[in-house]
């Protein structure tokens, strides 16, 4: 009897605090502050509003048929990017002439323009682009890649996504200012590189350098990264505007595990393809630290919440309970897992030279992307500690850190919003970017960099990025130069911006 009534009271207590439980997750999902500041679209009738004409159109389609490709550092169309010199000095005849607006040339293809505003006690901000692109294979596309062929409310090619609408957008806003009579009060820079696909160790970084030896620092810098993701975020309700805050380290190391050479017809214990094999399978079975909650991904989560459908708002608005189940979702699918950790890709294993000889050497080369609270020392020793072989060697062949986490309360990241949301009427939210950018070089030059790229793009649009196919809405180029002006009018305007952020965001 004694022991009913104990378990009696258990089961009550229990059922009291889930009682409690639940409804502080109710009260948590429907009171979790809107943390989405608005303001007002822009318009078509507005008499700012840059139309598409026929001829800005066609600056851009003669861009596209310039194959500016890049395959390595030393491997570039230079002539081409000499090309695209000429052809973007032919369109905007005003900027070209303004007496206020310097043009620099670095390493003999990169570009750098000083725009010098009228208020000297403002700090400068920078644009980035670049004029490189990827190679395309012909024969896998509908079109031809660098015909700039505009089919069915599309302009296809190579570079029209990755990155050539950012910078004729910019070129294009800046020249319609010019032709308005518009000075720009703030000094700004628009960076446009030749190396970018192959990792801008002369062009970004020249510049990088360039900034330095002359003590200039910058406000904050807006780079290609992110973009307006329609139907890439799960839960989402509505597109999403996505800004990277912090991006991605990368370190590329070989490793590698000699033994005695010998015939097949009397092999030892362990051949050196087998130790080197099992390594490999440790690291693939051992991934690194799930830092959920820990990184931007909080950030993305906090901002866009209340935009979710109503099952990710309750898990979403409670991750002080649902935090570890969330985690090991993320953890389930490549694109969310590239989020939440470093990652590991065995990408080349070389061994063996005959079929019937005991190789005396095994080597393999594995790519991570490293996660901003991680760095490349990090990651060799945890790597080292999975492995817990001491003969396999390891060599870093290449490798670079990951930036820091830039602040989402800056002047810098406001006037990005305002502008995005002026341009495409949707959420906007901090995240992590997994790819590489310029903007690696220019760390020390801003703590606020970000990394956005005004393209509106489903999950199968997102796929032309350096695949087959590379479209960009027309629409959507026309909304690139106006994002652009309104940039830089935005930046000019920012002391008047921290109150229209100042409510609603609130930590998970």
């Not at 109710?26 to 608005?38: C, E, W």
């Not at 840059?50 to 390595?72: G, K, W």
């Not at 999403?240 to 805050?245: D, E, H, P, R």
């Amino acid at each position: 009897m004694k022991t009913r009534k104990i378990l009696s009271l258990i089961l009550k207590s229990l059922l009291l605090i889930l009682g409690v439980i639940i409804v502080a997750v109710i009260i948590r999902t429907v009171t979790f502050p809107d943390a989405q500041p608005y303001f007002e679209k822009c318009k078509v009738s507005d008499s700012d509003f840059i139309p598409l004409n026929d001829v800005r159109l066609q600056h851009f389609r003669t861009a596209i048929q310039i194959p500016t490709v890049c395959t390595s550092i030393d491997n570039c169309n230079f002539t081409a990017i000499l090309q695209l010199h000429d052809h973007i000095q032919e369109s905007f005849p005003l900027i070209h002439s303004s007496n206020f607006i310097q043009r620099i040339l670095f390493a003999n293809y990169t570009l750098l323009y000083r725009v010098e505003g009228t208020n000297s006690t403002l700090p400068p901000y920078m644009l980035v682009s670049h004029l490189d692109v990827v190679p395309a294979k012909a024969a896998e596309w509908q079109v031809d890649p660098f015909s700039a062929t505009v089919k069915e409310g599309y302009i296809f090619g190579r570079g029209t996504l990755d990155v050539k609408q950012t910078l004729f957008g910019m070129m294009e806003a800046l020249e319609f200012r010019l032709a308005k009579g518009q000075r720009p009060i703030r000094t700004f820079y628009m960076a446009m590189g030749h190396d970018e696909e192959v990792s801008g160790l002369r062009g970004a970084k020249a510049v990088a350098n360039y900034f330095s030896s002359r003590g200039i620092t910058l406000d904050f810098i807006s780079d290609e990264g992110m973009v307006v993701a329609d139907g890439i975020l799960p839960g989402m309700q509505t597109p999403v505007a996505l800004i990277g805050i912090a991006e991605k380290g990368m370190a590329t190391f070989e490793f590698s595990v000699s033994v005695t050479p010998g015939h097949a017809s009397m092999p030892a214990g362990e051949t050196s393809i087998g130790i080197l094999s099992k390594a490999m399978v440790s690291l693939e079975q051992n991934p690194h630290e799930n830092f959920f909650g820990k990184g931007p991904e909080r950030l993305l989560l906090e901002y866009v919440v209340n935009k979710m459908t109503l099952p990710h708002r309750v898990l979403m608005a409670n991750l002080w309970l649902f935090g570890p189940l969330i985690a090991r979702a993320f953890a389930l699918k490549p694109n969310t897992n590239a989020i939440i950790r470093t990652t590991t890709a065995l990408t080349m294993f070389n061994a063996g030279v005959k079929w019937n000889v005991i190789s005396s050497t095994a080597k393999a080369v594995v790519n991570h992307r490293i996660h901003p609270l991680q760095s490349v020392a990090d990651v060799l020793k945890i790597d080292k500690k999975i492995i817990q072989d001491d003969r396999v060697k390891v060599k870093i062949l290449s490798a670079y850190e990951p930036s820091p986490i830039s602040p989402t309360d800056s002047d810098g990241y406001r006037i990005l919003h305002q502008s995005i949301y002026q341009i495409f009427e949707v959420p906007v939210a901090p995240a992590l970017f997994i790819a590489s950018s310029d903007s690696k070089h220019f760390v020390k030059l801003s703590k606020n960099i970000y990394r956005f790229a005004p393209s509106f793009l489903n999950s199968a649009e997102l796929k032309g990025i350096h695949g087959n196919n590379e479209k960009i809405k027309i629409k959507n180029y026309e909304q690139t130069i106006n994002f652009y002006y309104h940039l830089m009018i935005n930046a000019e305007k920012s002391a008047n911006l921290k109150s229209a952020f100042d409510k609603g965001h609130q930590d998970l």
